[in-house]
């Protein structure tokens, strides 16, 4: 073989093989990333599994009239599937920055309003925590989001210590200073001394004037999860 028709070849090779090598190392080096280096997406925010035998605070008695305010236990966390040079993974931020109340009678949900501070919420990853604070959320405009309920929740009862309850609650959602009314179904149960709500709001990005989160080499759905796990207190 002459040596032009060699270093033709080595070239044609080389133009070749090195764009595919360079796209072999980036999907497998992703898929690792994905799959054994990132930290694994939050798992969804759901009640504690403590049987009635491990609560050390007394239960509550005399009824669950009055108002209630949002402990240091509350969360909230946002939850949305991506796909990362072809590899599906999750995002999720949570913060404990939430504050709000509920005013009940009898087995009536008179009032509730639940706030949360999006300038607090955080993930694993400094990067995504830049972009949904800035270009997504843009929370130096839009610092807070809110829940309230719209019309009262009627409670089937007043359920016994851990004792689950679902009720479909109508509410407004304010988020990216846009409000829009929502139904979610809410899980409620009495913890000891405290009234746990859980659920889940489905959001779509577009009816709340949100770009779609896809950047860089990130696709985003154009949809994701808030979830909810809120204690109160006896004020």
Do not use: C
């Amino acid at each position: 073989m002459s040596l032009r028709r060699w270093a033709k070849r080595r070239w044609l090779w080389l133009a070749i093989g090195v764009p595919v090598a360079v796209v072999v190392l980036v999907v497998g080096g992703t898929f690792v990333y994905v799959h054994f280096v990132s930290p694994d997406p939050a798992p969804p925010l759901a009640f504690s599994s403590a049987s009635s035998d491990e609560v050390s605070d007394p239960p509550i008695v005399g009824g669950i009239d009055g108002r209630w305010t949002a402990s240091s236990g509350s969360q909230v966390q946002y939850r949305v599937d991506e796909v990362l040079f072809g590899q599906n993974n999750t995002a999720t931020g949570t913060t404990t920055a939430v504050t709000g109340d509920l005013t009940i009678s009898g087995t009536t949900v008179e009032s509730a309003k639940v706030t949360v501070d999006m300038t607090k919420i955080s993930s694993s990853e400094a990067q995504r925590d830049g972009q949904f604070r800035g270009r997504i959320m843009q929370t130096s405009q839009f610092p807070t989001a809110t829940f309230e309920l719209t019309q009262p929740l009627q409670l089937p009862s007043i359920p016994a210590n851990l004792e689950q309850i679902t009720v479909p609650a109508a509410g407004k959602l304010t988020l990216h200073g846009v409000t829009k009314d929502v139904t979610v179904d809410l899980k409620a149960r009495l913890n000891a001394s405290n009234i746990e709500v859980n659920g889940t709001i489905p959001v779509s990005f577009a009816d709340y004037g949100i770009s779609n989160p896809s950047g860089g080499p990130a696709t985003v759905d154009d949809n994701g999860d808030i979830e909810l796990l809120l204690v109160f207190h006896r004020a």
